[in-house]
Nanobody, 128 residues
Framework: QVQLAESGGGLVQAGGSLRLSCAASGGIFGSYSMGWFRRAPGKEREFVAAITWNGLYTTYKNYADFVKGRSTISGDNAKNTMYLEMNSLKPEDTAIYYC??????????????????WGRGTQVTVSS
């Protein structure tokens, strides 16, 4: 059973940076994909970014428009860990950030239904 554990959330001032991590265990290997979603207070869960590995290197990356240019998704395949570096944070980035994963490639990266495994989330709070 694949398990995902997020870390790195916290309280940061507007304009600051955070790096979120998602460690996968229990069966993630070879070709697989991971993504970040977030849920802000009173809003639905939304896609943030996604990445796919083929077992050797990254083959795909995708970002939501609202994080393009100020966030970078990356991963350490050897450690089965994904990262999301977020810069120039805004108060509207305040949300619970969730890590998700699936074996193989993504067909609809921005759809939560494309992922089979989910973490419990990490809170990111950006103060103005």
């Amino acid at each position: 059973q694949v398990q995902l554990a997020e870390s790195g959330g916290g309280l940061v001032q507007a304009g600051g940076s955070l790096r979120l991590s998602c460690a996968a265990s229990g069966g993630i290997f070879g070709s697989y994909s991971m993504g970040w979603f977030r849920r802000a207070p009173g809003k639905e869960r939304e896609f943030v970014a996604a990445i796919t590995w083929n077992g050797l290197y990254t083959t795909y990356k995708n970002y939501a428009d609202f994080v393009k240019g100020r966030s970078t998704i990356s991963g350490d395949n050897a450690k089965n860990t994904m990262y999301l570096e977020m810069n120039s944070l805004k108060p509207e980035d305040t949300a619970i950030y969730y890590c998700a994963a699936r074996l193989g490639k993504l067909t609809r990266p921005s759809s939560s239904s494309d992922y089979d495994y989910w973490g419990r989330g990490t809170q990111v709070t950006v103060s103005s």
